[in-house]
């Protein structure tokens, strides 16, 4: 990264939240995230799997803490946030990037069951943390939070129903949080809704 655009990217002293952050897209946003400079709490469904990404954030000069955690379980999400807080104090960045995906499926094969899972993966478990973590970023001044949903989520297919429709919900999700949430970041700003 060149001197301009680290200053443009610089995380220094800011806490990021990385969901499945051991592996794939997650693991190169924790590690991007601390090559700005950013401290990362990596969380992953077991420690083992995130403690190598622990040691490459922390060979950067960055802290990194691994809470073992199961996207689909809200007690799970709120010992994340407990952990994190209690480690960090503050958190200034929530990448909810855990994710399930499934083979080319048709509809009149899906169950109740794989209903239920990838709603509560894709999207309950997402919003309850994104809740969790706004509002005591609220207390500490802002944040920033990213979903990472799909482009199936806008334009879904056949056959991929599960993961289109459970990541659309967390797009439809992420424009709520945005109306309820971004008027009281911008609540002291020029760029506040409604005012030009
Ligand atoms: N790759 C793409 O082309 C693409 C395109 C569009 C959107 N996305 C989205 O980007 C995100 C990451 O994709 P990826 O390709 O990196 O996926 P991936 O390689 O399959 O990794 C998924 C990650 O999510 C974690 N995870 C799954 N279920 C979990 C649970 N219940 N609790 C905690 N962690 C859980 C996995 O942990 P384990 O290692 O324990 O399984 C893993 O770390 C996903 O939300 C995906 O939908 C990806």
Redesign the pocket.
């Known amino acids: 990264m060149t001197k301009k655009a680290r200053a443009l990217f610089d995380l220094s002293g800011k806490v990021c939240l990385v969901?499945?952050?051991?592996?794939?897209?997650?693991r190169a946003i924790a590690i991007g995230l601390a090559e700005a400079g950013g401290d990362v709490v990596l969380?992953?469904?077991?420690k083992d799997?995130g403690e190598a990404v622990a040691r490459e954030i922390e060979a950067q000069g960055c802290r990194a803490l691994v809470v073992p955690?199961?996207?689909?379980r809200w007690a799970d999400l709120e010992r994340l946030v407990n952990q994190a807080y209690e480690a960090f104090g503050h958190c200034d960045v929530l990448v909810n990037?855990?994710?399930?995906?499934h083979d080319p499926l048709p509809l009149t094969n899906v169950d109740e069951a794989m209903f239920d899972r990838f709603f509560q993966?894709?999207t309950k478990?997402p919003m309850h943390l994104a809740t969790l973590v706004a509002q005591r970023m609220a207390k500490h001044g802002g944040g920033s939070i990213v979903n990472?949903?799909?482009?199936g989520a806008i334009k879904p297919g056949g056959y991929l129903s599960m993961?289109c429709s459970s990541?659309a919900a967390m797009r439809s999700l992420s424009r709520s949080m945005a109306e309820e949430w971004a008027p009281r970041a911008f609540a002291s700003t020029r760029l506040r809704p409604g005012r030009s």
């Open positions: 969901t499945g952050a051991n592996r794939g897209l997650g969380a992953c469904r077991t799997s955690c199961d996207i689909g990037n855990a994710g399930i995906t993966v894709n478990g990472v949903i799909t482009f993961y990541k």
